[in-house]
């Protein structure tokens, strides 16, 4: 089974909706986090959180939100969906301990028309 | 602000050597990570350097220089199945437990 979920995998929406992606882990991580990957723009990071009651915007955080309901389950929404958020978004965690690499979902590819 | 450059394109034979660059600009140091992807799939660890030197695993291989803000990580034998994306990463001088990702270099390796 795989250590980090996500889903959906793909999502088509329209401008205006509410849309939520969902990430699982059963590393036993504290911290998780949610990107989003653009061709020619690399990972940016949207939220992060090291612990239940703990969220914290990343570099571009405007039209999204978080919920850290457990440490294995870490969402982000998006209230109103615009077609510039169609990218694709991964989920990731690290560990405390040594190099602490961070390790990544599947991804969920969002598509907003 | 922080800043990575990596080549945006690569390409190499199969059964060779190739070597790719990262730079970084950032106010402090603490560590450069090294991560492939494949084509719609989730970045995966490479290699982690924090002091200066080469780091060895196998087919791959990773160096760092901090006095000159660069890294890179060399692929030997190259196969097919090494096509992919190199993404160059910093830990945040700010927050160590972020990360800065450079936009990645696509590598296609051919017959």
């Known amino acids: 089974d795989a250590d980090v979920t996500q889903t959906p995998r793909n999502r088509i929406t329209k401008t205006g909706k509410r849309i939520m992606l969902e990430c699982s882990q059963t590393k036993g991580h504290d911290r998780m986090y949610w990107y989003r990957q653009d061709p020619g723009l690399g990972l940016r990071l949207i939220y992060y959180s090291f612990d239940v009651k703990d969220i914290n915007k990343g570099e571009i955080s405007d039209g999204y939100s978080v919920s850290r309901q457990a440490q294995a389950k870490f969402s982000l929404s998006l209230e109103s969906a615009i077609p510039n958020q169609t990218a694709l978004y991964f989920c990731?965690?690290?560990?405390?301990?040594?190099?602490?690499?961070?390790?990544f979902g599947p991804g969920t590819r969002l598509t907003v028309l | 602000g922080q800043n990575i450059d990596q080549p945006t394109e690569m390409t190499a034979t199969e059964g060779a050597i190739v070597q790719i660059n990262c730079t970084y600009q950032?106010?402090?140091?603490?560590?450069l990570f090294w991560y492939q992807q494949h084509a719609g799939e989730a970045p995966t660890f490479l290699s982690y350097?924090?002091?200066?030197g080469l780091e060895e695993k196998g087919r791959f291989s990773s160096f760092l220089s901090r006095s000159k803000g660069y890294s890179y990580l060399l692929l030997k034998e190259l196969q097919m199945k090494d096509s992919a994306s190199y993404l160059c990463?910093?830990?945040?001088?700010?927050?160590?437990?972020?990360?800065?990702f450079g936009t990645g270099t696509r590598l296609q390796v051919f017959p």
């Open positions: 350097n924090v002091l200066d």
């Open positions: 990463a910093v830990r945040d001088p700010k927050d160590t437990d972020k990360l800065i």
């Open positions: 950032t106010s402090g140091f603490n560590g």
């Open positions: 990731a965690t690290s560990d405390t301990t040594g190099v602490n690499e961070q390790f």
